[in-house]
């Protein structure tokens, strides 16, 4: 039962998401007890997202004939997905709160509108809502996790809300076809596999741009050469996505190039370290 939780979990995500938190919080100059917390609290998180995803979806997964998915083969029962789901949510919070009353509050904003999402916004043209609050919220729980907590910097929320926005539009690209068959009718559904593979380009590269000129204090020209070598490998691989989309490539090979632009953007984001603060 433990595996098919496990693997009803999104390990992928949920894995890349909590080793943001880590660097994140690492870069920030956390205490060693600070960030294992809040990465304990971020995992914890992550499971609780996953595992309703599965739970909510199971139906659609089984008429898709979802086999890699526990729940829609009945491995794991509904029930007892709940029940994980459920109790993952509230330890994460309850991991949340020694961190500060901020940090508690971001995080419960955060979960509430991923499972938002979960529950019935991804089939609405507000699909990408979610995305763009959660991840805009990320970059503020290390510096709201500091023994002086604080709201990161605006240029922070810009770049999380992007590499949100990007991931949710990529996410979705190799599974446009079995989502119309059981309704799902996201953004990205109503715009098109190709204009949602540009938007999510274009959202990277905003990402980055704003990472670039946010980061230095003293304007875009005194941006460090990390931060910059990040920019360059973000616009390379954004515009070989792009000749890749309009030459007409699969899906599944835009999801692979726009993931490494998403993936290129939230390590520029860690290497700009004490800066994410307001």
Not at 177 to 191: N, S, V
Not at 200 to 212: D, E, P, Q, T, W
Request: net charge neutral.
């Amino acid at each position: 039962m433990l595996r098919g939780l496990w693997a009803s979990a999104h390990p992928g995500p949920t894995m890349v998401v909590t080793t943001l938190a880590v660097a994140l919080s690492a870069a920030a100059g956390l205490g060693l007890w600070r960030i294992l917390l809040l990465t304990a609290a971020v995992f914890i998180g992550q499971l609780s997202v996953g595992i309703s995803n599965d739970a909510i979806d199971a139906d659609r997964d089984r008429v898709t004939g979802r086999d890699d998915k526990p729940i829609a083969r009945g491995e794991v029962s509904t029930r007892t997905a709940w029940i994980a789901a459920t109790g993952c949510l509230l330890l994460a919070l309850l991991l949340s709160a020694p961190l500060g009353i901020g940090l508690l509050a971001a995080h419960a904003l955060a979960l509430a509108s991923a499972w938002s999402y979960n529950a019935g916004l991804k089939a609405t043209l507000w699909s990408v809502a979610p995305f763009i609050i959660s991840f805009g919220l990320f970059p503020s729980f290390a510096t709201l996790s500091a023994p002086e907590p604080q709201i990161a910097a605006p240029w922070t929320w810009l770049a999380g809300g992007t590499l949100g926005a990007a991931m949710h539009l990529t996410n979705v690209l190799p599974d446009l076809d079995d989502d119309a068959r059981t309704g799902i009718r996201g953004l990205p559904h109503r715009i098109g596999g190709t204009p949602a593979a540009v938007l999510a380009a274009a959202s990277v590269l905003v990402g980055a741009a704003a990472v670039l000129y946010g980061s230095a204090a003293d304007g875009i020209q005194a941006a460090s050469p990390v931060s910059w070598w990040f920019f360059g490998l973000v616009v390379a691989v954004v515009l070989t996505t792009l000749g890749l989309t309009f030459a007409g490539r699969s899906g599944r090979v835009l999801f692979r190039l726009l993931m490494l632009a998403a993936l290129l953007l939230a390590a520029q984001l860690v290497a700009t370290g004490g800066s994410l603060a307001g």
